[in-house]
């Protein structure tokens, strides 16, 4: 039987992880995007490009459903298609710096808030927390990954 403690740790941590989904879906719905689309553009604003098929496997879409949603942020301003600089017969995707300028301004607030929230710890606690963040995130993708290939 879990402990109160540990009761308390996983509700604080579910209740953290559903707050970081709920802003991200409001972002997405401010940004006029779905929320798959609003996860691609960060891939994409992270990467800076990426092939169709690169955004496909980051995404966990099939290429056709990548390729549609490509299309719609295309169509709305958000990406465009370029040429591969090291590949002329390949085409990447890249963000639209000036799309993304506003894509920052929607979340500005949540970063504020977060930088003061951070200016709390010590710099020895910023660097534990953010240690914790890069061993997070691949455990999350690989049970991702995992989540997906039970389907």
Not at 63 to 70: F, N, V
Not at 86 to 98: C, G, I, M, N, Q
Not at 142 to 150: D, F, K, L, P, V
């Amino acid at each position: 039987m879990a402990s109160d403690v540990q009761r308390t740790e996983e509700s604080t941590f579910r209740a953290y992880l559903d707050a970081v989904g709920l802003h991200s879906m409001a972002g997405a719905t401010a940004a006029g995007l779905q929320p798959t689309e609003w996860y691609a553009l960060s891939q994409l604003a992270s990467a800076g490009a990426l092939t169709s098929g690169q955004l496909s496997a980051r995404i966990g879409l099939t290429t056709g459903a990548t390729t549609r949603l490509i299309d719609r942020l295309e169509q709305v301003g958000y990406v465009r298609r370029v040429d591969d600089p090291d590949d002329r017969r390949k085409v990447v995707v890249e963000p639209v710096a000036e799309a993304l300028a506003g894509i920052g301004a929607l979340v500005a607030p949540a970063r504020s808030k977060i930088a003061e929230i951070l200016d709390h710890y010590t710099p020895e606690q910023r660097e534990l927390l953010f240690d914790y963040f890069a061993r997070a995130t691949p455990a999350f993708q690989e049970a991702t990954e995992q989540i997906r290939s039970q389907n």
